[in-house]
């Protein structure tokens, strides 16, 4: 465990969903433990987000950012890069836009934070029916009937954190759940950043945390804390998916570290 001495930065990343983007940004404000900034990673938006953080910003409780490219398409690993390079904290805790946190979330990221370690952490997914209420009435406390299925993803518990920091086992030996994750800014300088050569959706995540864990950073699990629940919306087009893949496999391959289209140009 590292002591509490650092500071940590949120990053939202969001792309033409305000109604959304503005749920998520008051479960921050509902925060026990809050980051000493929050960055809006902006993926080309139009005006009405640029708008709502400018509202939100006169009485938010900590410093609102919003770092914005134009829309040239799906481009997240380079808003994430720019939002990274503006980041003034020690810690960058990464979400997305359609997430809504528990007021424990930022909390729980501070004490399970390690040095040499990159953290994964979990989502609750929302219905349809709930995700309507949500954006309907900004509900940022989310009740617990609202599962349909028991989902243990939406339990808190300091021992099964501890307990399942190495031993939880995933699917693939990369994966991270992108829109929970939590890096050391100087470990993600040391790696360049994200790989901007993935451009569309798909396994940005899966590389970045390939190349960490090459780099001799290691993959840790939060589970049963740091509990967040995601907004229901259509999937994203895909159609880059088999290219990024291949990408990631190309650094599986060749066991890299440094991507070489990354941070440094910022």
């Not at 954190?161 to 050391?184: E, I, L, S």
């Not at 939060?222 to 919306?233: Q, S, T």
Request: with cysteine; glycine share 6%.
């Amino acid at each position: 465990m590292n002591n509490n001495d650092f500071s940590i930065t949120l990053i939202i990343s969001t792309y033409n969903w305000p109604e959304a983007l503005k749920v998520s940004l008051l479960s921050v404000t509902n925060q026990t433990c809050l980051p000493i900034e929050v960055i809006v990673a902006d993926d080309g938006s139009r005006d009405d987000t640029r708008k709502l953080i400018e509202r939100m910003q006169k009485s938010f409780p900590c410093k609102l950012i919003h770092v914005w490219h134009e829309d040239n398409g799906f481009r997240l690993s380079e808003i994430r890069n720019k939002a990274i390079m503006k980041a003034s904290g020690d810690y960058i805790i990464q979400i997305d836009g359609d997430i809504i946190l528990e007021k424990h979330f930022v909390e729980d990221h501070h004490s399970f934070a390690q040095k040499g370690c990159f953290t994964s952490g979990s989502r609750v997914k929302l219905s349809p029916k709930s995700s309507a209420e949500v954006l309907r009435n900004g509900t940022v406390d989310i009740p617990f009937s609202w599962s349909s299925f028991f989902q243990p993803n939406r339990l808190r518990s300091k021992f099964l954190q501890n307990y399942f920091r190495f031993r939880y086992k995933a699917d693939h030996p990369y994966f991270v759940r992108g829109c929970n994750t939590a890096f050391w800014k100087e470990d993600l300088l040391k790696v360049n950043g994200y790989n901007e050569d993935i451009i569309g959706w798909g396994y940005e995540d899966n590389e970045i945390a390939a190349r960490l864990t090459f780099a001799g950073i290691k993959r840790q699990f939060l589970k049963m804390g740091a509990v967040e629940y995601h907004i229901d919306h259509p999937v994203n087009s895909r159609d880059k998916a088999n290219q990024n893949h291949k990408t990631l496999l190309e650094t599986i391959n060749s066991q890299g570290t440094y991507c070489q289209n990354g941070l440094d140009k910022y």
